[in-house]
DNA sequence: GTGGTCTAGACCACA
DNA sequence: GTGGTCTAGACCACT
């Protein structure tokens, strides 16, 4: 369950890349698709896999790390720490739903009616979106 | 009805600030609190209320200004167009709802249920925030 | 007492640069030479005064800003934060107080007599060395 | 006298592993620890008690050997030369007075007074810790 | 092959 | 002018 993982990017969203990546590997940790202990994708695996440069992914991994979500070891790569499911799972819920309802609030000023907004989550719940992408 | 209109951005927010000045202007008349000849808030009084200096605001005007949704005009101001309500309708509902299901897409990615993503919507609904606010 | 502060790195010291520059950083506020409010240089000031690219000066006031000791704004520039003081010297006084240790146990290690030692520093202490530098 | 020496490396110093272990190298011949002829740990037995790779030691070895300081002979192993004393004593008391030297210029760019120094150095000069460690 | 630092230079957002 | 992101590529440390 630690390889095969996907991962990718919108290099036209106004999310930063490096931040893009640090929420997909936040993602995959809080919904198990990465555990303690698993190793994550190489910086160098990661840039080719999203088709960005290796500095980026970079960064990002470092982010990851002073968060305390990932460890890094020169020569060995980048493995999920212990307290990593929490800290990820506390982080992505909350960011997570603050979207959902940032969302919900620009339905609202445009007008929408909650009846639409309710049926247009269903479809897009059912359309049931692999869970992964985030972007 | 064309005064008394509340905007705001978010700083911190990864969105530029002057494209949520260009969207919140796009929601009011998509939802009709701007309509065709109000004048929108001069740049000068828009940069004091939301707090950003006043070159971002005219840029998010200009921009405004090509995509056809208000007109400048000198000594008068800027005005919404006659055409303005449809794009900006048609703009709106499609990056709304292109956000919905982002939003939505996430709570899946992070290994929320279903059931859990619609409590939240009805919540953000009920919760009734004011027809203005985005970021 | 906010400018002509002096910084400068080692390019041939192992400590990496953007950490000397954070150090620097740090050690200005914890003296004193940097106040609450104050501005940092900007990155490229700051990159031409002490011959680095701007993306490794970037790159250290990231972290600072990270550690809670400067607040970045787009535009505007870096400042000191009002807890800076606090968060600079605990962690300087830790840090700069590990090395004098280090050094010490070093000089033990090689074989140097406590008197040898005592006067050592004695003489570096004395000789003065201007309230910067680092490295 | 020349076994039962104590010798580690710290992983998270910015002083490259393989420099820590030829320093401590240095200081053990330098303070009498290891004598002319005597045989430093092999590489194998060096890396399984400091923790790294074999390789990394055989690094360190290769460069004291360039430096004259050790001896690598086959079927043998690694052996202390006459020379190293003199080479070891040299480089290590000019290396230490110097991270002293830093180590006092950082005390005093953070602001702390001499008498704070002198005082901080008896303590560590007391604490006496062991005759190795170094990093 | 793995991570880490640095450079030089481009482009964007904001004041 | 100020900060921020990204690229491409070099060089280093460690496995």
Redesign the pocket.
Known sequence: MQDSLQFSVNLDSPI???VQIENQVMFAIASGRLSAGDRVP????MSTMIG??T??V??A??DL?LMGIVQ???????TVTDRAFKIATGKSMQMVQAHLREAVGECIAVGLKPTDIRSAVSAAVDSGIPPYASN
Chains 1, 2, 3, 4 share one sequence.
């Open positions: 930063a890349v490096y190489s910086a160098r695996e960005v440069n500095n980026t970079i960064k991994y470092r790390e890094t070891r020169r020569g060995i790569g980048v």
